[in-house]
């Protein structure tokens, strides 16, 4: 079987029934790491596009962290399955090295080794895994490594669990319920002043003289003797147009002088700038009444 990174000639089509009835089984057994039915249904799918049974994921992968993993035999046992060839150098608590090369892909062996310096200057070895089973976590490194340098098609991109445990864990979210914001107390009342500035206060306003009463509005018998002798309808302001008794007064005395129409309103322009009676103020249409007079004592002389 050369040539083949991952296709399986006994790959088999799993009714998706069938996969689900399988991953409910392997998430209620507990016995994979797998906790929940979707995540082995997933795992399933993924094997099944490869070409394996579903029920391999149960031996080749792993749940860390809520990330799938393929544990490092699988990843090994792919990459030899595939052709390559590993060939281990030194394995101890403080290195491990192999060489790995694939006919293919990669005919010249590539070397590749972990040591535990290294695990150190990645902060690594402060973790459990790493104080009690230095040599598997460094085996692991250099499997996951050699055959993603080498083949990286039998791993299909995916860490190992090992690998998995030394990822930063994500911030765990703040679930905890804001507090409520603190109503604060009314303010104190303003403290009352002392009685001696009270005192003083009250015979400040008493000193202060008394403001005048407001004057009576004027009376229309006022008002019209400020403006000539006749009462003002009620709202009309002093400085006032002519009023119609005015008006009826001075076409009547025209009248009387023979006057047509045109030649009063020439004469009214001429005098007092405008042609119209109702236009004139008060005060013109007095003293143009006064001239019409004088102009009607000379008329009956």
Same mark, same amino acid.
């Given at each position: 079987?050369t040539?083949?990174?991952?296709?399986?000639?006994?790959?088999r089509?799993? #009714?998706? %029934?069938? /996969?689900?009835?399988?991953?409910?089984? /392997?998430?209620?057994?507990?016995?994979?790491?797998?906790?929940t039915?979707e995540q082995?249904?997933?795992?399933?799918?993924?094997? =099944?596009?490869?070409?394996?049974?579903?029920?391999?994921?149960a031996?080749?992968y792993? +749940? +860390?962290?809520?990330? !799938?993993? +393929? &544990?490092?035999?699988?990843?090994?046992?792919?990459f030899?399955?595939?052709?390559?060839?590993?060939?281990?150098?030194?394995?101890?608590? %403080? @290195?491990?090295?192999?060489?790995?090369?694939?006919?293919?892909?990669?005919?010249?062996?590539?070397?590749?080794?972990?040591?535990?310096?290294?695990? @150190?200057? *990645?902060?690594?070895?402060?973790?459990?895994?790493?104080?009690?089973?230095?040599r598997?976590?460094?085996?692991?490194?250099?499997?996951?490594?050699?055959?993603?340098?080498?083949?990286?098609?039998?791993?299909?991109?995916?860490?190992? !669990?090992?690998?998995?445990?030394?990822?930063?864990?994500?911030?765990p &979210?703040n679930?905890?319920? !804001?507090?409520?914001?603190?109503?604060? $107390?009314?303010?104190?009342p303003?403290?009352? !002043? #002392?009685?001696?500035?009270?005192?003083?206060?009250?015979?400040?306003? *008493?000193?202060?003289?008394?403001?005048?009463?407001p004057?009576? $509005?004027?009376t229309?018998e006022?008002?019209?003797?400020?403006?000539?002798?006749?009462?003002l #309808?009620?709202?009309?302001?002093?400085?006032?147009?002519?009023?119609? %008794?005015? =008006?009826?007064?001075i076409?009547?005395?025209?009248?009387?002088?023979?006057?047509?129409?045109?030649?009063?309103?020439a004469?009214?322009l001429?005098?007092?700038?405008?042609?119209?009676? &109702?236009?004139?103020?008060?005060?013109?249409?007095?003293?143009? +009444?006064?001239?019409?007079?004088?102009m009607?004592?000379?008329? %009956?002389?």
């Amino acid at each position: 079987m050369t040539g083949e990174l991952v296709k399986n000639s006994e790959a088999r089509n799993i #009714p998706m %029934n069938e /996969i689900e009835r399988m991953g409910k089984a /392997i998430a209620a057994s507990g016995l994979f790491g797998i906790k929940t039915q979707e995540q082995a249904i997933a795992l399933m799918l993924v094997a =099944q596009s490869e070409g394996r049974h579903p029920a391999t994921v149960a031996r080749e992968y792993d +749940i +860390i962290q809520g990330r !799938p993993a +393929i &544990k490092a035999e699988a990843k090994l046992a792919r990459f030899q399955e595939a052709g390559g060839v590993i060939e281990w150098e030194e394995m101890t608590d %403080n @290195r491990c090295a192999a060489r790995f090369h694939h006919p293919l892909f990669c005919p010249k062996p590539v070397l590749v080794e972990w040591t535990i310096g290294q695990a @150190r200057a *990645a902060e690594l070895t402060s973790k459990d895994n790493w104080k009690k089973y230095p040599r598997a976590m460094l085996r692991s490194r250099v499997i996951s490594e050699g055959v993603r340098a080498v083949a990286p098609g039998s791993s299909l991109g995916m860490y190992t !669990p090992e690998e998995v445990q030394d990822f930063d864990e994500p911030a765990p &979210k703040n679930v905890t319920p !804001p507090k409520a914001f603190k109503q604060l $107390p009314p303010p104190p009342p303003p403290p009352e !002043p #002392p009685q001696e500035a009270a005192q003083e206060t009250e015979a400040f306003i *008493a000193e202060q003289p008394e403001e005048p009463s407001p004057k009576p $509005p004027l009376t229309p018998e006022e008002i019209a003797e400020r403006t000539g002798g006749e009462v003002l #309808p009620k709202g009309q302001k002093e400085a006032r147009m002519s009023s119609e %008794n005015q =008006q009826k007064c001075i076409h009547a005395m025209a009248k009387s002088l023979g006057l047509t129409r045109e030649q009063l309103e020439a004469d009214l322009l001429s005098a007092c700038g405008t042609p119209h009676t &109702k236009e004139l103020t008060f005060k013109q249409a007095s003293a143009y +009444i006064d001239a019409l007079k004088r102009m009607l004592g000379e008329h %009956n002389k």
